[in-house]
């Protein structure tokens, strides 16, 4: 089936690592998106990218990377930096202009 | 900030017609309204989206007034599946621009 797969389900960080979140997709969209999602609240923009090899800071860009090196693909690092990591993290894509986005089923991630 | 407002919650008998409004009263000419919903601990799950006129698919409807400044998603028959937060957003219609979350509507429906 097409659809967005982000993995893994779970994830738990001890304090001061690094972790990648992974984001697959294979419904051939040109674009993807990262979105972190706090209890009650909205989803707030991480990071975007539009084309292979490009990408964009969104509004809470601080403490995140990222890497767009194949279309299907759009992993997301916390580094050490990011203070407050503990959130619902959710991947989504969307094939361009006007065209909705699409939604994984999300990575929750917990401080150890 | 996001361009909607949006009740915090409604409540909705099981069968029933919900309604769910949304203000966006300075959305521009090039901007679609977009709805979406998410069941607790899921990804969001696009529903429907317009520009002008009223769009009707499988699973809602969506009414936008003449001069665009509100709408209302309307869930014909809703079940107890239905229970969710709605999202309403106002995206521009080019350059894959991201969507801009509110804290939408919690829907309960009610058996």
């Known amino acids: 089936d097409g659809g967005i797969t982000q993995s893994p389900k779970y994830l738990f960080r001890k304090e001061g690592q690094n972790v990648t979140l992974s984001c697959e997709q294979n419904l051939n969209h040109d674009a993807m998106y990262w979105y972190r999602q706090d209890p009650g609240q909205g989803l707030r923009l991480i990071y975007y990218?539009?084309?292979?090899?490009?990408?964009q800071k969104g509004d809470i860009a601080e403490g995140y990377s990222v890497s767009r090196e194949k279309k299907e693909s759009f992993p997301l690092t916390v580094t050490s930096a990011q203070k407050n990591p503990t959130a619902f993290y959710l991947c989504?894509?969307?094939?361009?202009?006007?065209?909705?986005?699409?939604f994984g089923d999300g990575t929750r991630l917990s401080i150890l | 900030d996001a361009k909607t407002t949006q009740p915090p919650s409604m409540d909705c008998a099981e069968g029933r017609a919900a309604n769910l409004p949304c203000n966006h009263s300075?959305?521009?000419?090039?901007?679609?309204v977009y709805w979406y919903r998410q069941i607790h601990s899921q990804g969001p799950q696009y529903i429907i989206h317009?520009?002008?006129n009223n769009e009707t698919n499988e699973m809602a409807s969506l009414i936008i007034t003449e001069d665009r400044k509100s709408s209302t998603l309307i869930l014909p028959h809703a079940t107890l599946r239905d229970t969710a937060v709605y999202y309403c957003i106002v995206r521009v219609s080019s350059g894959n621009t991201p969507l801009v979350f509110g804290k939408g509507t919690r829907l309960s429906v009610i058996a």
């Open positions: 989504a894509s969307s094939m361009g202009d006007w065209q909705p986005q699409h």
């Open positions: 317009g520009l002008k």
């Open positions: 990218s539009q084309i292979v090899n490009d990408f």
């Open positions: 300075t959305i521009s000419g090039n901007e679609y």
